[in-house]
């Protein structure tokens, strides 16, 4: 064990001045490689009679018409378009150049190059040493809290518009929370429990229902069977609200179920207009449990809270909630940018302000839609109804466009009944930008924005929705490469067709300009060398 652990440092150290060596040679070939082919060029212009060669092809190209040209332009234009094209699709779709991609993935490990530490790192850590980009599986994907129901919500929008509000990659995620929830000891199934965890893996929504029916069929009293119906069967919140009550009379001591249950009564009340009931129920929950803070009840308690306009009760759960050690989300962020705007928007004006400066209230209403601006800055642009909204995923992923999309979903009501706030976040929230350093190695306020979000958020949200990504991707240069190539190709397949025998003119004019050097380094090699010396050379 001793030799063979001794003898991987010196292995691996070899190894790596192997690869270095091979990246240090790489430069340095491709000019020496260019002087030999200079050099062979000259040396076998007489035996391989090249002059002969080169007369005999200027002849035949002088020989083609016009059309040739046009048809060489013309294709080479329809060439460049067409991959113009490609490009810019796979761009739209997965973000980036498919050549460069290509480039990246295969010819730069040839090279021995390794990744730019603009795409390697992200984050610096405490003594400044850079830290690596967190990867598509290290963005944590959270359950909405406020998901919609299926059969009664979800469901409505397919029957209206034809179009599927949830993507298949949403929905196993919730199949798998399901089954976590509700059967998670495997070891102790009971029939009926075997049944509801095929269930929850079902593509097909009868098939779930059917399984379900199937499990009451063995229990009458298979509390999970009916929390499937009342998400899925029920067409109305009413309903709903009827299965998960008798879901609750038969749950048990089970707390993952109890849990759920009376969280989704809740949002049952909440849905009818029985917000006071609502709001009991949750703080219920909360105090019954108070050590399930991930799943987040809060959200749900601020949401209704905001709908009575209890605002004092509002700011008491951000003074528990919204702490330095908690994780944050856009509600939290964004609803104490609410109550602090809503102080001072019913009288903000921004001529006053320029004129004036701003007052203590409202630089501190400013810096706190900059701190909820920083954490998501997808938000304003569904608040201020600059970007259409959808129905949102059951699951989002913090800081992304999906989270964005649930918050703006539930509390748009709430910032447009706060006189002038919107006037104030329409003000102000561009001004962020500023704030945060770029290219966002680091934060102000939070971590550097994470480089995962368009990825995951693709996967969240259906494919009809338009996913924003921040910051804005510049194009790639493949696409810029391949537009100019395309403009070019048709500029000179027209010049050519309209005036054949100017470009001619020109054609010979640009050849003869680019030759040039080679011609003046011929003249100075015969100049250096004795003419016996090439006598040889051509004779070998």
């Known amino acids: 064990m001793e030799d063979t652990t001794g003898s991987n440092p010196q292995s691996l150290g070899f190894t790596e001045k192997l690869k270095s060596w091979l990246s240090w040679s790489w430069t340095y070939v491709c000019f020496i490689w260019f002087g030999m082919v200079l050099i062979m060029i000259y040396v076998l212009w007489s035996p391989l009679k090249l002059q002969e060669t080169l007369t005999s092809a200027s ?88 998901n919609l129901f299926r059969g009664a919500e979800y469901n409505r929008y397919t029957w209206v518009t034809g179009k599927e509000p949830l993507t298949y990659y949403d929905m196993n995620l919730s199949a798998q929370d399901h089954q976590t929830f509700f059967t998670g000891d495997t070891q102790q199934l009971r029939p009926e429990d075997a049944v509801m965890q095929k269930a929850w893996r079902e593509r097909n929504p009868q098939a779930r229902i059917r399984a379900a029916y199937q499990a009451i069929e ?98 008491a759960v951000l003074a528990k909630y919204d702490d330095i050690s908690l994780p944050k989300s856009a509600t939290i962020c964004y609803t104490s940018a609410l109550l602090k705007a809503r ?42 109804e600059m970007k259409s909204l959808i129905l949102p995923p059951e699951h989002i992923l913090k800081r992304g466009d999906s989270e964005a999309v649930a918050y703006a979903f539930f509390h748009l009501q709430h910032w447009k009944r706060a006189e002038g706030a919107l006037n104030l976040l329409h003000c102000t929230w561009e001004g962020t930008f500023r704030i945060i350093p770029y290219p966002l190695e680091k934060g102000h306020l939070f971590y550097p924005y994470p480089g995962c979000t368009e990825t995951a958020d ?3 949200l259906p494919s009809f929705h338009e996913v924003s990504v921040y910051p804005k991707k510049e194009l790639p240069f493949f696409i810029l490469f391949t537009a100019g190539l395309c403009s070019f190709t048709a500029m000179l397949a027209m010049l050519t067709h309209q005036f054949p025998e100017l470009m001619g003119v020109f054609a010979k004019a640009f050849f003869s300009t680019l030759f040039a050097p080679l011609g003046f380094f011929a003249d100075k090699m015969e100049s250096f060398m004795p003419s016996s010396f090439w006598h040889q050379l051509t004779r070998i």
Request: hydrophobic fraction near 45%; charged fraction near 25%; aromatic fraction near 8%.
């Open 59 to 146: 002849v035949f190209l002088n020989t083609l018409t016009p059309k040739f040209y046009v048809a060489l332009t013309g294709t080479s234009s329809l060439i460049s378009g067409l991959i113009l094209i490609f490009e810019w699709w796979y761009f739209r779709k997965y973000g980036t150049s498919f050549i460069e991609q290509v480039s990246v993935s295969h010819l730069r490990p040839l090279l021995g190059g390794v990744e730019s530490s603009s795409t390697a790192g992200l984050f610096s850590s405490v003594n400044g040493e850079a830290e690596p980009r967190p990867s598509v599986s290290e963005c944590k994907v959270w359950r909405n809290p406020l």
């Open 458 to 460: 693709r996967e969240l």
């Open 343 to 384: 102080a001072v928007s019913d009288k903000f004006s921004p001529e006053a302000a320029s004129r004036r400066g701003l007052s203590t209230a409202e630089m501190n209403a400013v810096e706190a839609i900059h701190r909820a601006v920083e954490f998501n800055p997808h938000v304003p642009k569904y608040l201020l």
């Open 218 to 315: 063995m229990n009458h009293e298979c509390a999970a069977a009916y929390v499937l119906l009342a998400e899925e069967e029920a067409t109305t919140i009413t309903e709903a609200e009827r299965l998960f009550k008798k879901a609750l009379s038969i749950a048990g001591k089970d707390i993952n179920l109890l849990v759920y249950i009376k969280r989704r009564l809740a949002m049952c009340a909440r849905k009818l207009g029985r917000i006071k009931e609502a709001v009991k129920m949750m703080r219920d929950l909360m105090k019954e449990f108070p050590l399930l803070g991930m799943l987040n009840i809060h959200e749900n308690l601020l949401e209704a809270l905001l709908e009575l306009q209890a605002y004092a009760d509002v700011q």
